[in-house]
T-cell receptor, first 111, second 117 residues
């Protein structure tokens, strides 16, 4: 089955800095890579996703890059704000249509 | 939009009792729903995939006789934790996908916090 590794587990940045979270996957058949933001005690919310036919996607301060050859994808948040503080999960899904989640990254943005 | 609701949002029960959690897709039909369990500061662990009108597919290590899943309609799936014990205390989250047979955005329910005394 699919195996998704996510790093780092904790990321602390100053407000205004950029944050980068990296994930790798094992199944070359995976073709859909969503990123979720989860605030404490709340449901995960999709913030951006990318499919395997695209190498990069951007939405305002958030961007995701995908390297199919190396089987890794990354989330980039620019100009971080305190409200960006949350746990971020990457996921990979393919032929089984069932996503496998990474272990999560706790992002802390200090004012 | 696509809204998924869960009920109850939290429940406290005594050890040995059973608890039923409902997951509903409010404005779309979901042929497939997923049930996850999340322990504090950990990732979402898929427990089972719930398919309307058929038996659920459980992940390895998940006891199907303990976690009963019923997907009676295209908008409702239920998870029953039977004979709950303190180690079953967790955050249970369901999700649903709008399009069958294709991986698309999953819409998560708000979760149910289960505490077993």
């Amino acid at each position: 089955g699919e195996n998704v590794e996510q790093h780092p587990s904790t990321l602390s940045v100053q407000e205004g800095d950029s944050a980068v979270i990296k994930c790798t996957y094992s199944d070359s058949a995976s073709n859909y890579f969503p990123w979720y933001k989860q605030e404490l005690g709340k449901r995960p919310q999709l913030i951006i996703d990318i499919r395997s036919n695209v190498g990069e996607k951007k939405d305002q301060r958030i961007a995701v890059t995908l390297n199919k050859t190396a089987k890794h994808f990354s989330l980039h948040i620019t100009e971080t704000q305190p409200e960006d503080s949350a746990v971020y999960f990457c996921a990979a899904a393919g032929g089984s249509y069932i996503p496998t989640f990474g272990r999560g990254t706790s992002l802390i943005v200090h004012p | 939009g696509a809204v998924v609701s869960q009920h109850p949002s939290w429940v406290i029960c005594k050890s040995g009792t059973s608890v039923k959690i409902e997951c509903r897709s409010l404005d779309f039909q979901a042929t497939t729903m997923f049930w996850y369990r999340q322990f504090p500061k950990q990732s979402l662990m898929l427990m089972a995939t719930s398919n309307e009108g058929s038996k659920a597919t459980y992940e390895q290590g998940v006891e199907k006789d303990k976690f009963l899943i019923n997907h009676a309609s295209l908008t409702l799936s239920t998870l029953t934790v039977t004979s709950a014990h303190p180690e079953d205390s967790s955050f249970y989250i369901c999700s649903a996908s709008k399009i069958a047979g294709e991986m698309n955005e999953q819409f998560f329910g708000p979760g149910t916090r289960l505490t077993v005394l």
